[in-house]
């Protein structure tokens, strides 16, 4: 660590800050020349940047998301002050609490990751609109893939590089969070590692991340300005397969660059659903169970004959749905057919008796009464 910022510093960073925030609006078409008040001395953007050294920006973004930066200001203050020490102006008047908002997913709120939000935003300061996409998209991949904190990041502790925390000469647990998303990122490293998310060592994981996607940060825009970026990202198969109809030229009413897979997984083929043969039927069917009477399974068959959107509950005598069985999944024509296994939703065996089966597929509906005998 070359300085460390204090909170001095920042005080005169900030009164600078007016005159920073005028500069990259000034830089817009909305704002001419002549509506700039004030003495401002316009920096064009995109600013200028000079290649990083990723040990060093890895220590600084820690140390600062330790020090009460937090995980979006502490990546995006790496760079200002690793700028600051290599260019000076414009990155001296560049007051980095503003990405403080981001932190905990945008003020807690679990959405776009903060460190992977400040990697954004450094690259959309360095690099113009339309080379910044391929950049920023590099970063995004390799945030939702990579196991983080990464095995440098832990290397790092066990070297004693660090210089904010208390956890050199200890190797975190480590988890792929598979989105951008702080929620999924956290939760499933706290499910894996076993930890709150108050812990300490959860706050020293997101400080080791925050290294890591500066870290990342550093090396893409080093090999942009170096001319030997080559974009390796690609949109996952999954999400590929899935954007055929709903992406770009056909249903176009999805835009997601990850998988789709974590929150939806395929709600167009239900698990316990299973597709039968015998053509496109040619009107809605509800048929018998089978067997039936029953204990404890039973095999509900039906056939669709256009896509819709499918419901099939198990009522008891009273009416009330006890078994949710095909959650308004959409399916496409065809014939199919679900079990049942004489639990309710709570997977407790339900008594002997009559049930009902109720199947919905948009306005239609279809019941058949089962008989359960113990
Ligand atoms: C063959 C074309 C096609 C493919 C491939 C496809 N979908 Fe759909 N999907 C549709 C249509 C048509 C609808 C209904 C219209 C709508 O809501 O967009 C739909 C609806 C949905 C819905 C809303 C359904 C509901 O129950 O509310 C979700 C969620 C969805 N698709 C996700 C996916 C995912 C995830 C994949 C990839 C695994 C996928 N789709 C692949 C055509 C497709
Ligand atoms: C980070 C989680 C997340 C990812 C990843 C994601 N979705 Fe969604 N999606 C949501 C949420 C949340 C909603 C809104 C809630 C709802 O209606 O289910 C939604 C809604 C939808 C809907 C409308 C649902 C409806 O009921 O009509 C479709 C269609 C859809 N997503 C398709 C996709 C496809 C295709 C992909 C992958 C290319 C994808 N989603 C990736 C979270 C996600």
């Known amino acids: 660590m070359d300085k460390e910022i204090t909170r001095k510093d920042f005080l005169l960073k900030s009164s600078k800050a007016a005159v920073g925030i005028t500069a990259i609006a000034g830089a817009s078409s909305l704002l001419t020349t002549a509506?700039?008040?004030?003495?401002?001395?316009?920096?064009?953007?995109?600013?200028?940047?000079?290649?990083v050294d990723l040990e060093s920006i890895r220590i600084r973004a820690h140390h600062l998301k330790l020090s009460g930066y937090e995980c979006c200001s502490g990546c995006f203050g790496a760079f200002v002050e690793a700028q600051t020490q290599l260019i000076g102006d414009p990155w001296t008047t560049m007051p980095y609490e503003v990405m403080l908002y981001g932190r905990g997913g945008g003020a807690s709120w679990g959405t776009l990751c903060g460190a992977v939000n400040a990697a954004a935003a450094v690259i959309s300061l360095v690099v113009d609109k339309a080379n910044s996409g391929p950049l920023i998209w590099e970063v995004y991949g390799w945030a939702a893939s990579s196991l983080m904190p990464s095995d440098e990041a832990n290397q790092f502790a066990l070297d004693n590089k660090y210089t904010a925390g208390t956890f050199n000469g200890i190797s975190l647990p480590q988890s792929v969070s598979g989105s951008v998303l702080c929620h999924a990122s956290l939760t499933n490293w706290c499910i894996e590692a076993n930890k709150k998310f108050n812990s300490a060592d959860r706050k020293e994981r997101c400080a080791r991340i925050t290294g890591d996607l500066a870290v990342k940060t550093g090396e893409v825009l080093n090999?942009?300005?170096?001319?030997?970026?080559?974009?390796?990202?690609?949109?996952?198969?999954?999400?590929?397969?899935?954007?055929?109809?709903?992406?770009?030229?056909?249903?176009?009413?999805?835009?997601?660059?990850?998988?789709?897979?974590?929150?939806?997984?395929?709600?167009?083929?239900?698990?316990?659903?299973?597709t039968e043969g015998g053509g496109i039927p040619a009107k809605f069917e509800l048929s018998q169970?089978?067997?039936?009477?029953?204990?404890?399974?039973?095999?509900?068959?039906?056939?669709?004959?256009?896509?819709?959107?499918?419901?099939?509950?198990?009522?008891?005598?009273?009416?009330?749905?006890?078994?949710?069985?095909?959650?308004?999944?959409?399916?496409?024509?065809?014939?199919?057919?679900?079990?049942?296994?004489?639990?309710?939703?709570?997977?407790?065996?339900?008594?002997s008796g009559i049930y009902f089966a109720r199947m919905t597929v948009g306005q239609m509906q279809k019941t058949i009464k089962m008989n359960l005998l113990k």
């Open 35 to 51: 509506t700039v008040k004030g003495k401002a001395t316009l920096t064009p953007w995109p600013w200028s940047y000079a290649p």
């Open 223 to 274: 090999a942009y300005f170096a001319g030997t970026f080559v974009p390796e990202y690609v949109t996952p198969a999954y999400a590929q397969q899935c954007l055929t109809c709903h992406g770009a030229g056909v249903l176009e009413n999805v835009r997601v660059q990850e998988s789709c897979e974590p929150c939806h997984g395929n709600p167009h083929s239900p698990q316990n659903v299973i």
């Open 289 to 351: 169970n089978y067997p039936n009477p029953f204990n404890p399974n039973t095999k509900i068959q039906f056939a669709i004959p256009n896509e819709g959107k499918v419901a099939l509950g198990i009522h008891d005598i009273t009416g009330q749905e006890i078994k949710k069985l095909i959650d308004h999944d959409l399916l496409h024509t065809g014939k199919y057919s679900v079990e049942w296994d004489g639990t309710d939703n709570f997977g407790n065996k339900v008594t």
